[in-house]
Structures are given as structure tokens and as C-alpha cells.
């Protein structure tokens, strides 16, 4: 299929067609006939190709941005272990006028700002509310709009269960210039500093990372808990801890052994980590009886038993102490 774009908008659209593999053109207006000699749309099918240009109208590529504004840096910041921003994060700190930063971002980071930088705080705005995501794409937009040079600067990688995609979006439909800087995100730094390879050639040759937050719904879990369960490898649950009695649950009663090793890793690669180690019939109990906080990790699979050999970080933060 291919595709011609003016400005953001269709202005021509040649499709393959999939049944009979003839070219299939239209016009400026996408349900117009043809323009270039190939065939029109066929009678009868103009509700699939709607659909494909729907489709196509909201995957598709955005506007040029606005000239005059200035440029939004949306930035990982890392796990928590404030050595793990990237070299091009710090340069996106050190050149912005504006930071808009996470709730769980290590704030000596900001000191690598220029003095006079405005920083925004974009978590709670008080003990219970946090700020809406409108409200931080509005202030990301505005703050664009004015000219500045804009960080958002974002928990572990921004495209990770981060809302970055969300916050992309927005600005492109404002048409503001944007670049993305992967962070290293805590489903990979924090297992590491617990001492979990995620995956290793004799163990575990797939990864999933899978959100906990949403795997309790009123209407039925958006989780596929069967193919989880039933998958090999190693599984990494981000906002997990709440749910941990549902999660473990549910991966047991879809199969999964529960012998599984099962790790949980609050604040990880931080001086306030803790891992709590057992199987998934225990891991409840067991992170219960540590009263384990958020932020924390939950990794399911065979990789765990590396842990006890391989834990390094703690014995590293006891000889820093
Ligand atoms: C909203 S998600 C953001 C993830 C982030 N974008 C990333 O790539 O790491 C927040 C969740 O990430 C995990 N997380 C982030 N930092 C962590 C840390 N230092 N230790 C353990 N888990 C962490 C926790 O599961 C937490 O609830």
C-alpha cells in the first residue's frame, strides 16, 4: 500500500488489494474514484476502505510544526539511580528552560539544570491527586508555545508504561517539534541491580513486561492471563504490588506452577532497595511480613534462583556506607 501526504493530510491513496490484488486508487477525497487510471473503489466496499483510511488518518504522519515555538525533550530519567540518565538526558537538562518532572525521579538530577530554569513539578499536586494528564499536556504545549526550550523529564523510559506515548501525541497534534530520549527503564536496570538477568541462554529466552495496574477490571482483565501463564519465560510486572494477590492467583490458577521463583524489588538501584524472594504461592506472605512499598518490581520465572548468586547491589551499598 502507498500513500501520499500533504501537510498531514490524504492526499492520495493507491492500495493493493488484498482479495483480487488489484491497484485500487483514490482520490484527495478518499472515497472519490479514480485518479491516475487505476481502478476506483469497488460497489460495494467503500466501508472497508474507510476503514483503512481512518486508519491510516490517525497512524499517520504529523503536521510540520509550528515555527517560532520551541522544542519538547521528552526524556527518560532512569530507574531511580540518578548515574543511569543518559549523556544526551543531561544535555536535554542543561539546555532547557522549562522541566516538567515526574513524581519518581531523583530531584538531584535537577541540579544539573542551568540556575533560573523553571521546574515543574508534574506528580501529586498534593497527597492525592495527581495532576490530570491534560493538565501536563497543556503546560508541555503552553510552555512550547511561549518559545522555551522544554524537558520532561520521566521516570525510567518514557515509552515504558510512562504515558510518553500519550504526551507525543499531544504535542504533535500541536504541531510542537519533539524528540524522545530512551531512558533505561526500571524493568530492566532494577532486576539487574537485584541480581536477575532476565533472560539467560539455558533459562529463560523470552521477556514480557506486563502491566499490573489495569489486570483487575470490574469488566474483565485486559491481562491475556493464559498465554502468560503458559509463556516460558520471564515476566516483569510494572505497578504490580497492589495486585500481587490477584496477579499470583491468577497466574496459578491459569497453570502456571506455583513453585515458580518470584521476586519482588521495591525501590530498586537506590539506596532504599529491598528484594523479597519466594515462590508464587508465598510472595503475598512474604512481601506482606516486609511491608514492601511502591515503587516495585515483580519478576516471575526461573531467572530468580540467579539472585542469590548473582545479588550484588546490597553488599555494594553496605561497603559505600
Ligand atoms: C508508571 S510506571 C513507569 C515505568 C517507567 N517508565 C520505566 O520505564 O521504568 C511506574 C512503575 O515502574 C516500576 N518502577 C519504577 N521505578 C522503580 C524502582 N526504582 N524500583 C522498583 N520499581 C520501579 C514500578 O512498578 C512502578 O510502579
Redesign the pocket.
Known amino acids: 500500500m502507498r500513500h501520499e501526504w500533504t501537510k498531514g493530510l490524504v492526499r492520495r491513496l493507491v492500495f493493493l488489494d488484498p482479495h483480487d490484488q488489484r491497484v485500487v486508487d483514490i482520490g484527495g477525497n478518499p472515497m472519490a474514484g479514480s485518479t491516475n487510471g487505476a481502478s476506483p473503489v469497488p460497489a460495494g466496499q467503500r466501508e472497508r476502505f474507510e476503514w483503512i483510511v481512518a486508519g491510516l488518518l490517525t497512524d499517520g504522519p504529523r503536521e510540520s510544526p509550528i515555527e517560532g515555538c520551541g522544542k519538547v525533550f521528552i526524556v527518560?530519567a532512569g530507574?531511580?539511580d540518578p548515574d543511569l540518565l543518559t549523556l544526551k538526558g543531561k544535555r536535554c537538562l542543561e539546555a532547557a528552560d522549562v522541566v516538567v518532572y515526574d513524581a519518581?525521579v531523583d530531584k538531584r538530577l535537577l541540579d544539573l539544570c542551568r540556575p533560573g530554569t523553571t521546574l515543574i513539578y508534574a506528580g501529586k499536586r498534593d497527597s492525592r491527586h495527581s495532576r490530570p494528564q491534560e493538565e501536563i499536556n497543556a503546560i508541555l504545549i503552553s510552555e512550547a508555545r511561549a518559545g522555551r526550550t522544554v524537558t520532561r523529564l520521566?521516570?525510567?523510559?518514557?515509552f515504558?508504561?510512562?504515558r510518553?506515548g500519550e504526551e507525543a501525541l499531544a504535542l504533535a497534534e500541536a504541531r510542537i517539534a519533539f524528540e524522545v530520549v530512551p531512558?533505561v527503564?526500571?524493568?530492566i536496570a532494577?532486576p539487574a541491580y537485584a541480581g536477575i538477568p532476565l533472560t539467560h541462554r539455558d533459562i529463560a529466552s523470552q521477556v514480557t513486561f506486563v502491566t499490573?495496574h489495569e489486570c483487575v477490571k470490574r469488566d474483565g482483565s485486559s491481562i491475556d492471563w493464559d498465554s502468560l501463564a503458559r509463556s516460558p519465560g520471564t515476566l516483569v510486572?510494572?505497578?504490580?504490588?497492589k495486585n500481587l494477590p490477584h496477579i499470583a492467583e491468577a497466574l496459578v490458577a491459569h497453570s502456571r506452577s506455583p513453585e515458580t521463583p518470584t521476586a519482588v524489588?521495591?525501590?530498586?538501584?537506590?539506596e532504599h532497595?529491598v528484594t523479597v524472594i519466594g515462590t508464587l504461592a508465598d510472595i503475598v506472605e512474604r512481601v506482606r511480613a516486609a511491608a514492601l512499598e511502591?515503587?516495585?518490581?515483580v519478576v516471575v520465572g526461573e531467572v530468580v534462583r540467579l539472585a542469590e548468586a548473582l545479588h550484588w547491589f546490597a553488599e555494594f551499598e553496605a561497603a559505600r556506607r
Open positions: 527518560g530507574p531511580g519518581l520521566k521516570g525510567g523510559d518514557p515504558i508504561f510512562g510518553g531512558g527503564s526500571a524493568g532494577v499490573g510486572f510494572f505497578m504490580g504490588l524489588i521495591q525501590w530498586g538501584t537506590t532497595q511502591p515503587p516495585a518490581l
